[in-house]
């Protein structure tokens, strides 16, 4: 039970998965002010740096769950070098089932819900770990621009139009989950760039050190044609934001 190579590969440098930079994840959490001590389950956590930087700004105790030993791992040694390794935890299992043993203050799936089939069942999935007036992050997809046909769909990595929304009828959803929205904090095209950018040179160092690695044809392939692609097409028309939700 793993993430593929090629994910770790191009992700190798990150510290966030996803296409926010350091700034955006304080952001968000400044605006959401946690009390000292609030618990926080983050599933799809990654190499866990919203765990680990919040443990230290906000004096958060919390569990991150991830299926990548590779990120789990780095996510761990990140803990120690934030002086948070007695505040946080990692557990490598399927997020998709996992559920807090105990109510949760954050509940939290940043840019990862196919664990839940999309937002509406990551939603059900978090609410199943939250505890009363707690908060539910969700990180989503939506459309800034309207794609103009399916080749734009497909570079934006959606099978259909209707698999993201526009940004309104996103946290219209929301509402219709039983949902209030009290936050929000947006990637903007920068953010986008330093997230797909930095994929590019993990990609290009990997191949100059395993030049005659079995996966090298693939991940050339993705160098060749991923700038030109995320220029085109991601940088325009995706956006991305991470969603504070409470229940009503």
């Known amino acids: 039970m793993d993430l593929p190579r090629s994910f770790t590969i191009r992700e ?5 998965h996803n296409p926010f930079t350091s700034e955006k994840l304080a952001t968000l959490g400044e605006a959401l002010s946690p009390p000292p ?3 926080m389950l983050d599933l799809a956590c990654g190499t866990g740096e919203m765990l680990c930087t919040w443990a230290r700004d906000h004096q958060l105790t919390g569990t991150g769950v991830d299926i990548s030993t590779v990120f789990l791992a780095g996510a761990r040694a990140r803990a ?9 935890d990692f557990t490598h299992a399927d997020a ?3 559920v807090a043993d105990e109510p949760v203050g ?3 799936c940043i840019g990862a819900t196919w664990i839940g089939g999309g937002a509406a069942g990551t939603v059900e999935l978090l609410r199943r770990s939250l505890a009363p007036g707690g ?3 969700i990180g989503e997809p939506y459309w800034r621009i309207d794609p103009p046909d399916q080749t734009t769909v497909e570079a934006c990595h959606a099978s259909a139009k209707e698999d993201f929304l526009p940004l309104p009828e996103l946290l219209e959803q929301f509402g219709e989950l039983g949902c209030d929205v009290v936050e929000m904090v947006l990637a903007d095209q920068d953010s986008w760039d330093r997230y797909a950018a930095a994929q590019w040179l993990n990609i290009r160092r ?3 050190a395993n030049p005659d690695d ?4 693939e991940m050339r392939a993705e160098l060749t044609t991923g700038p030109a692609r995320h220029t085109r097409y991601q940088r325009e028309y995706l956006g991305w934001g991470v969603f504070a939700l409470m229940n009503h």
């Open 12 to 16: 190798s440098g990150h510290r966030i």
């Open 37 to 39: 001590g609030t618990r």
């Open 80 to 88: 120690v070098e934030l002086s948070v390794a007695d505040r946080v």
């Open 96 to 98: 998709s089932g996992h």
């Open 106 to 108: 954050i509940a939290a």
């Open 135 to 137: 908060t539910i992050l």
């Open 206 to 208: 990997w191949l100059d």
């Open 214 to 217: 079995g996966l090298a044809p």
